[in-house]
């Protein structure tokens, strides 16, 4: 069964703190891997898609990278308005409409 | 491009009234989800439009749910007899054919009392 785990369920830094995100997904086929960022009472917002191993995508302070069994994403420098839940989410090759999500990783960067 | 548009942003109803979501989304997406969201969870896949056909309905769908999206433009989301369970986030999403990026709404967030 498809499955995707991020970890930590929570992770507090300080402003400046670099640190990573993981999220290692279980799938038949990756269509496609997504990074998405929640901030509390809105939807998701879109960040990168990832789609081969080996591939990396850069913004601003967030930069994404993929392997064969997990994604990372790493925060360099975060500032606290980088501070939101941030949600993997993957497709696989038999059915591009249904994304299968993590429970995400809620991130807080104290000033 | 004015992004995914969902109206009400709130609604408060009472256990057993029916209530209606509405969802506009990205003008030239033929693509529109329907999840549901709850604290500390991923969004739930709910059901999926490629313009005004509905080809896909998760199974734990109850039949108290229902959407529809008539002229392959917006969609609405209506739940009957509304159950104390169904209190939720509800989230409509956008995307173009052929492309796997969804791109969502503020949502809805839904209290049954």
């Known amino acids: 069964e498809d499955q995707v785990t991020q970890s930590p369920e929570a992770l507090r830094l300080q402003e400046g703190e670099s640190s990573s995100l993981n999220c290692s997904y279980t799938?038949?086929?990756?269509?496609?891997l997504f990074w998405y960022r929640q901030d509390p009472g809105k939807g998701p917002e879109f960040l990168f898609t990832l789609y081969s191993a080996g591939e990396e995508k850069e913004k601003e302070r967030l930069k994404a990278t993929l392997t064969k069994k997990e994604s990372f994403l790493h925060i360099t420098a975060p500032k606290p308005e980088d501070s939101a839940t941030y949600l993997c989410a993957v497709v696989n090759a038999g059915n591009n409409r249904k994304l299968i999500w993590g429970l995400g990783t809620s991130l807080a960067v104290n000033p | 491009d004015t992004g995914v548009s969902q109206n009400p942003r709130h609604k408060i109803t009472k256990r057993g009234q029916n209530v209606t979501f509405r969802c506009d989304p990205i003008s030239e997406h033929n693509r529109l989800y329907w999840y549901r969201q709850t604290l500390g969870q991923g969004p739930e896949f709910l059901t999926y439009?490629?313009?005004?056909?509905?080809?896909?309905k998760s199974r734990l769908l109850s039949d108290r749910f229902s959407a529809e999206r008539p002229k392959g433009s917006f969609s609405t989301l209506e739940i009957q007899r509304t159950e104390q369970g169904d209190s939720a986030m509800y989230l409509c999403a956008s995307s173009r054919t052929g492309e796997s990026i969804q791109y969502f709404g503020a949502g809805t967030r839904l209290s049954v009392l």
């Open positions: 439009f490629q313009n005004e056909a509905q080809l896909e």
């Open positions: 799938v038949s086929g990756l269509r496609g």
